[in-house]
């Protein structure tokens, strides 16, 4: 069994772990209970009722956080021609094709978000070894493939706060929803942007209880049980 620190165990002491907390209630415990000198990411862990080895309960979505994800999101648009300019028009940090192409070849991976046009996907397509596992390859079901006269929008969302969500072999999924540096009220609207994406990816071969379980923790921190009554309850306003 792995040893926590002295602050991790003194940490841990604030939280009861038979009970469910409200949403409210437990970011605040998340917060309180952050031990790291840095802002620390606050996660949404859930336990889904789904086999990821059928097709047809596979849960992928994205959600676009209101008050952002606490850091900055540095985007890269594969496109050309009209498509390059209204990119780098819309605030795109990395824009271009073939010469990115190459440099992701070569290694690079300085970016948090891929988007791409239909055109490049031919091009973009050999590189899924590298961005495949990262996460980072463009994907019509994360709404990452789009004409250009839809780039200003999908730049705009991610930059704001666009995370994407996949369900793992365990049937978990693991979301941040930003920085413990966001106050109680701005995390709970970005947790309830997620627990509707979530609850909009429910998969057409989910049967019996779909959202089993979902703990919040920071980096490093405690997890914190949340009271799934009130937290699927959460809308965005």
Same mark, same amino acid.
């Given at each position: ?33 952050? #031990? ?118 999908? &730049? ?20 941040? &929803? ?20 979530? &609850? ?16 919040? #923790? #920071? ?11 009130? #937290? ?6």
């Amino acid at each position: 069994m792995a040893k926590h620190g002295k602050k991790y165990v003194e940490a841990a002491k604030l939280v009861d772990p038979r009970k469910a907390y409200s949403p409210l209630e437990a970011l605040a415990l998340a917060r309180k209970t952050s #031990t790291t000198k840095f802002d620390a990411t606050v996660e949404a862990h859930w336990r889904l009722g789904v086999d990821p080895k059928h097709a047809d309960q596979q849960v992928r979505g994205v959600a676009t956080l209101p008050n952002g994800t606490g850091r900055p999101v540095r985007v890269l648009v594969f496109a050309q021609g009209e498509g390059a300019r209204i990119a780098e028009e819309a605030g795109a940090d990395f824009v271009g094709s073939d010469e990115i192409v190459k440099r992701i070849e070569e290694g690079w991976v300085d970016f948090d978000v891929a988007i791409a046009t239909p055109d490049m996907m031919g091009k973009v397509g050999k590189l899924g070894k590298v961005l495949g596992r990262r996460g980072l390859m463009p994907n019509p079901k994360s709404g990452t493939i789009a004409q250009a006269p839809d780039l200003p929008r999908l &730049i705009k969302e991610a930059k704001k706060g666009r995370v994407e969500f996949k369900v793992d072999k365990s049937s978990n999924l693991h979301v941040p &929803i930003g920085k413990v540096s966001l106050n109680e009220q701005q995390l709970l609207e970005n947790l309830a942007s997620l627990v509707e994406a979530v &609850i909009k990816a429910k998969p057409s071969g989910a049967r019996g209880q779909y959202v089993q379980n979902i703990v919040l #923790t #920071t980096t490093m921190g405690p997890g914190i049980k949340l009271d799934l009554q009130p #937290t699927l309850a959460l809308t965005v306003a």
